[in-house]
């Protein structure tokens, strides 16, 4: 039989070691190999026996977690595929203002001779906008 590979979403580990307990239960199948993710929370799962997808998510049940197939992903809509470039120079226009103005900050903090009385106050006027409108983009996918 033809060797399959599946990715299966687990739920309900909440430490590395949930990770191994279903590693090991699900290599203990006959002519499984499987791998498990914490982090990503998936694991990968090669048989060279040709084990039900069902068996699979019902031997993780077994062990006290939850597991589902991921569901096919769909094809980027046509307007989403033209609003890349958009967001591309939104953001390269973002980071090249922001090096236009972080730069001298950073040249300021570092080189003596360019030291001067009260350069803080430039310094920070030159990165209060890098800091707020440099830094947006994160600042709203943090509260998102």
Not at 18 to 38: F, M, S, W
Not at 79 to 108: N, Y
Request: hydrophobic share 50%; net charge neutral; charged share 20%.
């Amino acid at each position: 039989m033809a060797e399959t590979d599946v990715e299966l979403e687990i739920g309900g580990m909440t430490c590395a070691s949930c990770a191994t307990r279903i590693e090991r239960k699900l290599n203990r199948l006959d002519g499984v190999e499987a791998t498990v993710n914490y982090a990503t929370e998936k694991a990968r799962v090669k048989s060279s026996s040709g084990v039900d997808i069902q068996a699979l998510i019902a031997t993780v049940a077994s062990a006290g977690y939850t597991a589902t197939a991921p569901l096919p992903r769909e094809a980027p809509s046509l307007d989403t595929a033209t609003s890349k470039p958009d967001e591309v120079v939104a953001l390269r226009t973002r980071l090249l203002i922001s090096a236009a103005l972080g730069i001298p900050v950073a040249l300021l903090s570092m080189i003596p001779a360019l030291q001067f009385t009260n350069r803080q106050w430039l310094a920070l006027t030159l990165a209060a906008p890098v800091a707020v409108w440099g830094a947006l983009p994160f600042h709203r996918a943090a509260w998102v």
